[in-house]
């Protein structure tokens, strides 16, 4: 499973508290994107996830749960993302939430469906930031964050969240050259076709998410852009 996701380009993140519709949905799940993920960090409720799922699950695209909230999830996707909150300034979001998860979870928890990502949260304005009372790091916290991830957690992916606005595009170039074998994930702002390239030109995955919500057309037309 996890060699097919070396060669993923592309990711639709739907949030199970925003609405879409039954044609869009469509759109999206046919589009050519190698997985939707179903993720985001206010009024994640268990039905919302659900709802989503039973309506993706009429397609073949991957899907994947990234946990936010540890009462909303539910058996039946793909794959399950972990987050690991690299820059919050406290260790709850980096350690205590996934150690908790452990002790609940472990008995049924099937390690070929989960992927533990390594966040480095860089939008100030993001409710992710916020929420996980994160610390703007400089160029070189982050490419030490992204060595970090890969040589002393050996995480399967490195996610450089700008979550609402366009990031830097020299600095995922910077990130992707510490590392070799975790993958990078780049997700912020994507809202046309040239930003999708010029962010897929350095990350492995792009994540585009917001703009399904307020420029469907274009969110769309990112998918083959990069493919
Ligand atoms: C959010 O990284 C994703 O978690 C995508 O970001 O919503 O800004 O596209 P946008």
Redesign the pocket.
């Known amino acids: 499973m996890y060699k097919e996701m070396n060669e993923w380009k592309h990711i639709f993140?739907l949030?199970p508290a925003k609405e879409i519709t039954d044609e869009n949905l469509e759109k999206l799940c046919e589009s050519g994107t190698d997985a939707i993920?179903v993720?985001?960090?206010d009024n994640i409720t268990l039905d919302g996830v659900l709802d989503l799922l039973s309506r993706i699950r009429r397609f073949t695209v991957p899907c994947i749960l990234?946990i936010s909230d540890m009462d909303a999830i539910t058996p039946g996707f793909d794959f399950y993302f972990v987050p690991m909150v690299m820059n919050s300034t406290e260790k709850k979001w980096m350690m205590d939430i996934q150690h908790q998860a452990i002790k609940n979870y472990k008995d049924i928890m099937n390690w070929d469906e989960i992927f533990v990502e390594g966040y480095c949260i860089l939008n100030e304005e993001?409710k992710?930031f916020r929420k996980t009372n994160c610390e703007l790091p400089d160029t070189d916290d982050v490419t030490a964050y992204a060595f970090m991830v890969e040589h002393m957690f050996h995480l399967p992916i490195f996610?450089l969240?700008?979550?609402?606005?366009?990031g830097d595009a020299q600095l995922v170039r910077q990130v992707k050259n510490e590392l070799n074998n975790t993958l990078l994930?780049?997700?912020?702002?994507?809202?046309n076709s040239q930003q999708a390239v010029e962010m897929k030109e350095h990350a492995d995955v792009i994540?585009?998410?917001?703009?399904?919500y307020t420029d469907f057309k274009n969110a769309l037309k990112t998918v083959k852009a990069v493919k």
Not at 161 to 166: A, C, H, L, N, V
Not at 185 to 191: D, L, P
Not at 207 to 212: K, R
């Open positions: 993140k949030d993920i993720g985001g960090t990234e993001a992710a996610y969240e700008y979550s609402g606005t366009y994930f780049y997700g912020g702002g994507i809202e994540i585009v998410g917001n703009s399904i």
